[in-house]
Structures are given as structure tokens and as C-alpha cells.
């Protein structure tokens, strides 16, 4: 974040957050969890309060939400490739 002024986004889509959460430009001394990043407004999450301006970081299979689509398509192509399987399910999910 390079500006916030009473900054909001939604991100129940990323963090299952139900409420808005407020965005700042202060600093994060650790590592953190997604919902715990508050200088950083998520690509697919909607601003619902406020004004600010920010720098683009990641785009596309970068970002939050490229990740998890990128999990989703391994998810489908183990679960295209267990369907046939004449293994126990725990060993094809395993592999």
C-alpha cells in the first residue's frame, strides 16, 4: 500500500472473512497469514469503504488467487487420474 484514507476490501473469497477488513500502509515486522496482511489489498477482492493507492506485486497465476486455482487444477487432474485407478484412493491422492 502506498496511500490508505479509511480503506476497506472484502475478502471472503481469499480468507473467509465475513466483514470488510481495513487496509494501512503500516509495516509487517513478521510473516503473517493472509487475513493478517493488512498493507496488502488481494487481487478478486473488492474495496467497500475508503480510498487508497497501492503497488502491483504479482499478476496472474502469481498472485493469492493464481495459487489457489493453480491447486485446483492439480486437484482435477489427480482426481482425472485416480478415477480409473484400480489402487486404493489413499495411495492415488498420496502420489
Known amino acids: 500500500m502506498l496511500t490508505s484514507m479509511a480503506l476497506q476490501t472484502a475478502e471472503a473469497a481469499l480468507t473467509g472473512e465475513s466483514l470488510p477488513v481495513s487496509k494501512d500502509i503500516s509495516a509487517?515486522?513478521?510473516e503473517v497469514g493472509l487475513g493478517d496482511?493488512?498493507?496488502i489489498i488481494f487481487s478478486g477482492t473488492a474495496v467497500t469503504y475508503g480510498r487508497g493507492k497501492a503497488a502491483i506485486v504479482a499478476t496472474g497465476m502469481q498472485t493469492q488467487m493464481g495459487r489457489i486455482a493453480g491447486m485446483l487444477k492439480e486437484a482435477r487432474r489427480r482426481s482425472r487420474r485416480c478415477k480409473g485407478s484400480s489402487l486404493a484412493s489413499v495411495s492415488c491422492?498420496?502420489?
Open 28 to 30: 509487517i515486522a513478521e
Open 37 to 39: 496482511r493488512h498493507n
Open 93 to 95: 491422492w498420496g502420489s
